[in-house]
């Protein structure tokens, strides 16, 4: 099936542990997007990628960095630096076609720092 | 930067009701998106709206793209329970390229009472 994948789905770390969320897309889309999500709250823009080997932060960059070395693959990850890191963490893509954007959204991975 | 108004934050109606949300923007969009999310989950696209004043409809839903290219609205008709969950909006400003940011909405808590 053709889709967006995120894993895990929950993932527990110690405070000041770097850890790296995974997104997978098969559906040959050109850009890919991490949004980040508190409770109760909307969708906030962390990192997006148009293109393999390129990206541009978003809103809330600070504390994460991510790659893109495949069309396929765009991992986030959480450094320490970022002073609160549980969320919910979302990660959509989009192909890029006449000037629309229409993102579609994997299920999700749930951090939990202790 | 641009700011994406969603109202009503909550809603409460009882089964067999009909329900409509609305978004309005600062500025001109392209692109109208509307989502829906459950807990835990992605959101799900719902409707994609590309053109001022195009109606669409899927399935029970109804969306439409306003004239002025600043706002849009969503109706659900006979309200079931399982129609439960957060609805976003998510608009592209005119002048953005593709592969860029979209602007969210708050989100509308729905609970539909059996």
């Known amino acids: 099936d053709g889709g967006i994948t995120q894993s895990p789905k929950y993932l527990f770390r110690k405070e000041g542990q770097n850890v790296t969320l995974s997104c997978e897309q098969n559906?040959?889309?050109?850009?890919m997007y991490w949004y980040r999500q508190d409770p109760g709250q909307g969708l906030r823009l962390i990192y997006y990628?148009?293109?393999?080997?390129?990206?541009q932060k978003g809103d809330i960059a600070e504390g994460y960095s991510v790659s893109r070395e495949k069309k396929e693959s765009f991992p986030l990850t959480v450094t320490s630096a970022q002073k609160n890191p549980t969320a919910f963490y979302l990660c959509a893509s989009s192909i890029l076609r006449g000037g629309t954007d229409t993102q579609y959204f994997g299920p999700g991975t749930r951090l939990t720092v202790l | 930067g641009q700011q994406l108004n969603q109202s009503p934050q909550s809603m409460f109606i009882q089964e067999g009701e009909d329900v409509s949300m609305n978004c309005t923007s600062s500025s001109i969009f392209n692109t109208w998106l509307w989502y829906k999310q459950e807990p835990g989950e992605g959101p799900v696209l719902l409707i994609a709206?590309?053109?001022?004043?195009e109606l669409t409809s899927n399935g029970r839903l109804t969306a439409q793209f306003g004239i002025t290219r600043k706002d849009s609205f969503l109706n659900i008709s006979a309200s079931i329970p399982s129609d439960v969950g957060i609805y976003f909006c998510a608009g592209q400003s005119l002048g953005e390229t593709s592969g860029s940011r979209l602007t969210f909405g708050e989100g509308t808590q729905l609970t539909v009472n059996p």
């Open positions: 559906l040959n889309h050109d850009a």
């Open positions: 709206l590309y053109k001022a004043g």
């Open positions: 990628s148009q293109i393999v080997n390129d990206f």
